[in-house]
């Protein structure tokens, strides 16, 4: 049994009828990539599985069991770790900082958590550990707001893995960074699909075809193809279009 | 599906829709009328020009528009009788890449039925976005054949200005409907279709792909 299924999902906004019909299945150690062009119903799809959005039909089983219309809180709680499209860092805080007010050992402290924790060693060492995950050892007293674009996508990353989730969710990852900032995030997710489960929703084909194992594409509120990169890539039209052959 | 067996999956009959201006004296704007079968699950192009009227088929079939006169069959029940809400489980219209879901109410939804199918039984795509660049056509293609292998029916509406969707409609459609000055002309295949003169001289140059 999959780690993550979601079956049938529907979701409709008023008269518009946003997801249509979406199946989708992730399996335990590894990485599904979801994909589709703008305004295919991607981050809707996202905000379904992670409990932001209840959706009007349909089922998601998580480890077997049943969390369709739980909330985002329930979700995450269970496990379930997710990236925002629109970073989500306190700015005016260190990266460590960051990271540490993340921790579950924080999460469960009702107040100045971040003070408290400090005098933490095994809290700041657990800490320092997620950060050198994310490939920012050595930013650990540096201010998140002072932090290249890149190393914050990183920074975001580590924070959704500061509780340590079964299921690490990104959202358009590669949002706003360029060619290099996009090649060292390729490098870094590679590294932790090692020893996360995670799912990944993009629109850039490139990037998704060189890290996912199993990759879903959604277009009209539907999952349209499914498969491995290398089943995908087999269809003439993918190849001469991603090639530039079709004039 | 509860079809009934041997029923056309669309039956479009005797249909009419006429736009009128003028308040005292009532002038004839725009006419469209269509009047043809598709009896099993396919893939149809409809080409035609600008203003031609293919949207406004494509609105009459999905039930979003009233037709003046004439009925829409879908699998044997008129959708003009469906519940509006569930209308698209009939028949669905994607314009570029999202639904259209506006429907002219002209009776309460309790007056009227509920559909027979659960996932739409025709699907009609208005000009989807074909980008050259980034694969996604050949997604789109390969999922317009599944629904067909499906038992559904699936419309393509494309305006070929580029040679490659004269390709990819010789390549994927079954038969075909050309729209011009809301007329409807039906052709079983892309030969026949080219029999057409006004299909030739719409086509211009992209007839010899």
């Known amino acids: 049994m999959a780690l993550f299924e979601a079956t049938h999902l529907q979701k409709r906004f008023g008269e518009q009828v946003v997801l249509e019909d979406i199946t989708l299945s992730f399996e335990e150690g590894q990485l599904s990539g979801i994909m589709g062009p703008n305004g295919a119903g991607k981050s809707t799809c996202f905000n379904v599985l992670t409990g932001q959005y209840k959706p009007d039909n349909g089922r998601v089983v998580f480890d077997g069991r049943d969390i369709t219309g739980k909330s985002a809180r329930v979700i995450a709680g269970l496990g379930i770790s997710r990236s925002f499209q629109i970073m989500n860092l306190f700015d005016e805080f260190t990266a460590i900082e960051n990271i540490l007010i993340a921790l579950p050992e924080s999460i469960n402290r009702s107040f100045n958590p971040v003070h408290d924790i400090q005098g933490n060693v095994s809290a700041m060492e657990k800490a320092a550990d997620v950060l050198n995950k994310v490939g920012l050892s050595g930013r650990e007293f540096t201010q998140a707001s002072s932090l290249p674009y890149g190393e914050r996508r990183a920074l975001e990353i580590g924070v959704a893995l500061a509780s340590d989730p079964r299921l690490l969710f990104l959202d358009e990852p590669t949002q706003g960074l360029g060619a290099d900032g996009t090649a060292r995030l390729s490098e870094l997710i590679n590294e932790l699909k090692k020893s996360y489960s995670i799912v990944v929703i993009e629109h850039d084909m490139d990037f998704l075809f060189g890290l996912a194992d199993k990759i879903s594409v959604i277009h009209w509120g539907q999952v349209i193809a499914t498969g491995t990169p290398d089943q995908l890539r087999e269809n003439e039209w993918v190849m001469a279009s991603t090639l530039g052959e079709i004039a | ?209």
Request: contains cysteine.
């Open chain 2, 1 to 209: 599906m509860n079809a009934p067996l041997n029923t056309p999956l669309l039956q479009v009959k005797g249909l009419k829709k006429i736009y009128q201006t003028g308040l005292l004296k009532k002038r004839e704007t725009f006419r469209l009328e269509a009047d043809f079968n598709i009896n099993s699950s396919q893939i149809v192009g409809v080409m035609g020009p600008n203003g031609s009227g293919k949207t406004t088929m494509f609105e009459l079939i999905t039930g979003s528009n009233q037709p003046t006169a004439g009925e829409v069959l879908c699998a044997g029940q008129n959708i003009h009788n469906v519940k509006y809400r569930s209308r698209d489980r009939l028949a669905i219209h994607y314009h570029q890449s999202y639904q259209v879901r506006h429907f002219a109410k002209t009776k309460p939804s309790f007056m009227l039925e509920n559909p027979i199918t659960e996932y739409p039984l025709i699907h009609l795509f208005d000009e989807p976005q074909f980008n050259t660049q980034d694969g996604y056509i050949g997604f789109m293609l390969e999922f317009f054949k599944k629904l067909k292998s499906e038992g559904r029916l699936v419309f393509l509406c494309v305006h070929p200005n580029e040679a490659f969707h004269v390709k990819i409609m010789r390549e994927i459609c079954d038969s075909y409907l050309f729209v011009q000055k809301g007329r409807v002309s039906q052709a079983d295949d892309y030969d026949t279709l080219l029999e057409n003169p006004d299909v030739t001289s719409y086509l211009g140059s992209l007839a010899q792909y």
